[in-house]
């Protein structure tokens, strides 16, 4: 595949370069992924609303359900950037492998959500009904799923962005998981 050009500042629309320095000003740099959204004219802002939105979610969280999904996906840009993200959220290297294992023992609640995100992404939308009640019994709601299904369709698409493009991870690279399919 063809290198897929990085925008740079001086390249992009005047709405996207002040995305870029608000990314700068709250990351310190402006992720590679992030930057390939400023290709379209509208990508960037609309992903980061997307992003960004409320939600019933903690951001522990939503970072099980980016983890999960970037190890169903094979997204080592994914995974690594959340790797670092989860860390942020108190998460140490052996939960995060759990995580993304969607085998965790160190919380249940978060155990029957990262199963349900698993069955979720496997079963592209359909689940069983056990994972489902297992789930809801954990402490979730009709909104917790709804919300679920955002953070799902928000890692999707940056996933599916970085297979498309294959640009450089610049996050510190995600370990490798022992067995081959978590």
């Known amino acids: 595949m063809e290198n897929f050009p990085i925008p740079v500042k001086q390249d992009i ?19 590679n ?3 390939v959204f ?7 802002g609309n992903y980061l609303t997307l992003q960004n939105g409320k939600s019933s979610l903690r ?11 970037s190890q169903l996906n094979e997204c080592l840009y994914c995974l690594s ?12 290297e052996e939960q995060i492998l759990e995580i993304r ?12 959500l990262a199963k349900l995100v698993k069955a979720i992404v496997l079963g592209k939308g359909h689940v069983a009904a056990e994972v489902l009640e297992n ?4 402490g979730y709601n009709k909104g917790s799923l709804v919300d679920v299904n955002m953070v799902i369709g928000d890692k999707i698409i940056t996933n599916y962005l970085h297979a498309l493009t294959e640009i450089p991870v610049d ?10 399919h978590a």
């Open 13 to 31: 629309s005047a709405e996207n370069q002040a995305i870029f320095t608000n990314l700068e000003g709250m990351v310190g740099f402006v992720p």
């Open 33 to 35: 992924l992030y930057a």
């Open 38 to 44: 400023a290709h379209s004219e509208h990508a960037l």
């Open 59 to 69: 951001a522990k969280e939503r970072e099980v359900i980016n983890l999960v999904v």
């Open 81 to 92: 950037a959340h790797t670092a993200f989860a860390k942020m959220n108190g998460f140490n």
């Open 101 to 112: 294992k969607a085998n965790i023992s160190f919380d249940s609640k978060l155990d029957a």
């Open 135 to 138: 789930f809801y019994a954990a």
């Open 171 to 180: 996050w510190p690279i995600a370990v490798a998981l022992e067995e081959e």
